[in-house]
């Protein structure tokens, strides 16, 4: 097959509408052909009506013109209706394939996809499609066409003249361009004087409080003067340069017209044309001047347009190294899923009737791992037996995290194996995997929903009931009360602030309500305060009951109830046991213990 090109990538899409592309573009086309008749029939009325007397003539030819204004209005709004209605399909559909796109795209490619830069794909990217598919590609045909027909058009009437235009116009609205741009960095310098200004002002009124504790007014204020009189600076500047190259710019637009009447008059004096054909070419003077003006701007854009499709189409050809197998289903999944779960059942197997059929066994096999060159993961190797609650220590940076990414599949391991149920995590249907192995974050990210919507997104037609049960016991319901809307209230960025501990509560519901087999909690109290942590702990403990589960903290109370901790130090375990066999050694995890105690 042939390689596809960003420009063939947006034909498949315009392609849907090609039909009513073509009819706008046909109508455009008519304006075009329309815009070349008044002026002409101006010219009749000068030569015919006033000079030649044919009186009779003038509400013909005027009705004519009326006609051509009148069509010409109505084919105008025909056709931006036409385009403006193609190019938003166009993008709709865009957007919904990009966005559907990106939501399967896997973690490393986010890692290197700043969210701004994906932001403005989708906004200002796609804009400029839009702009280009509904107006610039329209605006290009009918100024190539008003050039060409006045060209012919006058040509008709007198060759000498348009010859003359036509060697004089360009070079002298290039060099009206060329001002212009002179004119233009001045300009740009003015506008980001005005933002550093802009950013300066904002800083200061969002810091303060931190600004008036460090008693930094008048370093401050000194700060502000510097970059408010460099915007007096840039400012002045800018109007020097205009002032200079105005009266050019003035100038250089008065030498057609001076033109059309010099030699214009000439010829009329040397009859070689009547005075209603120099009418005729003076009305029609924009049309050799407008396409020649809209020609850079429409360059630009349509350099714009090239740029932003080429930049959609790379992000539409993003793909994720982390898929599902291609030969196995997801049909597991499904009936997991839609199957009613019972939650704290007591026993591996009695879960696992209804739960799928992982029975939670997890297993390292010589796992390294790096994001990016350095391992951050060194041959690890660890068996953990299905029902078991593994508790997980290590300082920051040491690879917890990792350990839980790799579990879940966000990453791929390098060398050696992650295996649940003796299974390679790669043969698993990614959602079925991802369903039974669960996940609290540890930046517990809440959604701009209800407190129950944030804890439902767990699970599809979850009823309040179930919502708030996982909410009591992940100790939500204390809190709940203090909301106003309890339950209704919006939380997440465009909601009411919650402490971090309150968001890892909510977090944590959201996982006690998916209820998969293998459930990580990664740091998930860190921002509690300790009786309620101690709560959570029962909480945990009665719900992991028949589930693995893997409880990574800071805190050596944390593990209170583990069967056995893994003790991580630089992406390796140097250590593992119970409670009681590692505070009875030498050891990071005795040296955090004795810490802790006080
Ligand atoms: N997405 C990422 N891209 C690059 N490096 C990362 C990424 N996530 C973590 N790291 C690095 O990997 C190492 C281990 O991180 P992590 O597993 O989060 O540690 P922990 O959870 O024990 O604090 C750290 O050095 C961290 O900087
Ligand atoms: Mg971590």
């Not at 573009?25 to 009506?49: F, H, Q, R, Y």
């Not at 002032?243 to 710019?249: A, S």
């Not at 005729?280 to 003077?285: A, E, I, K, S, V």
């Not at 919507?453 to 599809?460: C, H, L, T, V, Y």
Request: glycine share 6%.
């Amino acid at each position: 097959m042939k390689e596809k090109t960003a420009f063939s990538w947006v034909w498949s899409y315009v392609r849907r509408y090609r039909f009513g592309m073509a009819a706008g573009l046909g109508l455009s086309v008519l304006v075009a052909a329309m815009n070349m008749v008044n002026p002409l029939v101006t010219g009749s009325i000068v030569d015919k009506v006033i000079k030649g007397g044919q009186h009779e003539l003038l509400f013909k030819l005027i009705a004519i013109m009326l006609c051509v204004v009148v069509g010409k209005s109505i084919f105008r709004y025909s056709y931006q209706v036409i385009f403006e209605h193609c190019s938003q399909n166009v993008i709709l559909k865009m957007r919904e394939d990009l966005y559907a796109h990106i939501q399967q795209l896997d973690f490393s490619w986010y890692d290197n996809a700043p969210s701004g830069n994906v932001m403005t794909l989708l906004t200002s990217d796609l804009d400029k499609v839009r702009h280009f598919v509904a107006w610039v590609l329209y605006q290009i045909l009918e100024n190539s066409l008003i050039y060409i027909f006045s060209i012919i058009t006058l040509a008709s009437i007198n060759w000498k003249l348009t010859l003359a235009f036509l060697v004089i116009a360009p070079p002298v609205l290039l060099l009206v361009r060329k001002f212009k741009i002179h004119i233009r960095p001045a300009h740009m310098k003015v506008r980001d004087q005005f933002a550093v200004l802009n950013t300066r002002v904002g800083e200061n009124i969002e810091g303060n409080r931190v600004v008036k504790a460090f008693v930094r007014e008048g370093y401050e204020t000194e700060r502000f003067e510097k970059e408010n009189e460099g915007y007096r600076d840039v400012s002045v500047a800018n109007a020097d340069m205009r002032v200079k190259f105005l009266p050019w710019i003035d100038a250089l637009c008065q030498v057609l017209p001076v033109i059309l009447i010099l030699f214009g008059g000439y010829l009329v004096i040397q009859n070689e044309m009547t005075i209603g054909q120099l009418v005729t070419f003076n009305g029609l003077m924009w049309a050799f001047i407008q396409p020649i003006n809209m020609f850079g701007m429409l360059v630009d854009n349509t350099q714009n347009f090239a740029a932003s499709a080429d930049r959609l189409f790379e992000l539409q050809k993003a793909e994720s190294k982390i898929k599902s197998p291609e030969n196995v289903e997801g049909e597991l999944s499904t009936r997991a899923a839609a199957e009613p779960q019972t939650g704290l059942s007591t026993s591996a197997a009695a879960s696992s009737e209804t739960h799928s059929t992982i029975q939670g066994r997890v297993e390292f096999k010589n796992v390294t791992f790096s994001y990016n060159e350095t391992p951050v993961i060194k041959d690890m190797s660890f068996i953990i037996e299905p029902g078991t609650t593994v508790g997980i220590l290590g300082p920051t940076g040491s690879g917890k995290s990792t350990i839980a990414n790799l579990m879940c599949r966000y990453y791929d391991a390098d060398s050696g194996a992650v295996l649940i149920d003796g299974k390679n995590v790669k043969d698993y249907n990614l959602q079925e995997l991802r369903r039974n192995v669960g996940i609290t974050m540890q930046e517990a990210f809440l959604f701009s929903d209800t407190v129950e919507g944030n804890i439902a997104f767990a699970k599809q037609k979850a009823s309040f009931e179930e919502v708030e049960a996982a909410a009591e016991l992940a100790r939500v319901k204390e809190f709940i009360g203090d909301l106003t809307d309890g339950y209704d209230t919006i939380v997440g960025e465009r909601g009411v602030g919650l402490s971090g501990g309150q968001k890892q509560r909510i977090a944590l519901a959201r996982l006690f309500l998916a209820d998969p087999k293998v459930m990580i909690l990664d740091d998930t109290t860190s921002a509690v305060d300790n009786d309620t942590e101690y709560k959570i702990r029962q909480s945990i403990k009665s719900r992991s009951q028949g589930h693995t589960a893997f409880i990574i903290s800071h805190r050596v109370s944390s593990f209170e109830n583990c069967d056995v901790i893994l003790v991580v130090q630089d992406g390796q375990i140097v250590d593992k046991g119970s409670h009681e066999e590692l505070i009875s050694r030498d050891g990071y995890y005795r040296e955090v213990w004795l810490e802790q105690r006080g």
